[in-house]
């Protein structure tokens, strides 16, 4: 079947270094992506893997083990504005998205 | 980046009726959209792949016969929820690829979705 976890909530702090993770057991594997979603509105592209390693966009990586099923998202340097639901998702196949649940981060000045 | 625009953004219908939801793809031409439904606190599940001048083809557990898709030009794919009752009260997302081989999907704004 497909799973894909990820923390529920995180709360970090203004200025701060926050990681979120992945892990995934999946049948089919074309990349990890990363996903900002604030309330309400539609998720907005972060960063993605295909292989392994460490990808790096300004405040944001994202680093993959595909042995491991695992990825991160680590966001640097963190702003109130980051308040936002980070979504996880494995593409299969050309086209076909399966998203994780979601983590909710809460930035606190 | 592309532009897919999804109207409305919100609306409220009484049990019974049916909801029209329109996906446009602003500044490219979409063959393939898709459609996500997210019920709050929950990640985003695909609903269905929508086809330009095909039939759609849907995920398990999904009806067909509820959630009509039509895909009737390259721009432009609609998502009727047919007979609506509160339970499909959600919000709806599309999303299409601006080229062939991209991987970055592009979303719609949503559409909120109360059944009343």
């Known amino acids: 079947g497909q799973n894909i976890d990820q923390p529920t909530e995180m709360t970090a702090t203004e200025g701060a270094i926050v990681q979120i993770n992945c892990t995934y057991q999946?049948?089919?594997?074309?990349?990890l992506f990363w996903y900002q979603q604030h309330a309400g509105e539609a998720p907005t592209f972060l960063s993605y893997n295909v292989l392994d390693g460490l990808e790096e966009k300004g405040r944001f990586s994202s680093f993959l083990s595909r042995s491991k099923g695992y990825s991160y998202l680590l966001l640097k340097e963190l702003q109130m504005k980051d308040s936002a639901s980070y979504l996880c998702?494995?593409?299969?196949?050309?086209?076909?998205?399966?998203f994780g649940t979601g983590t909710r981060l809460k930035v606190l000045a | 980046g592309a532009v897919v625009s999804q109207h409305p953004s919100r609306v409220i219908c009484k049990s019974g009726t049916s909801v029209k939801i329109e996906c446009r793809s602003l500044d490219f031409q979409a063959t393939t959209m898709f459609w996500y439904r997210q019920f709050p606190k929950q990640s985003l599940m695909l609903m269905a792949t929508?086809?330009?001048?095909?039939?759609?083809?849907?995920e398990q557990g999904v009806e067909k016969d509820k959630f009509l898709i039509n895909h009737a030009s390259l721009t432009l794919s609609t998502l009727t929820v047919t007979s609506a009752h509160p339970e499909d009260s959600s919000f709806y997302i599309c999303s299409a690829y601006d080229r062939v081989g991209s991987t970055e999907a592009f979303f719609g704004q949503g559409t909120r979705l109360t059944v009343v």
């Open positions: 999946t049948s089919g594997f074309n990349g």
């Open positions: 998702a494995v593409l299969r196949g050309t086209y076909k998205y399966i």
């Open positions: 929508s086809n330009e001048g095909s039939k759609a083809t849907y």
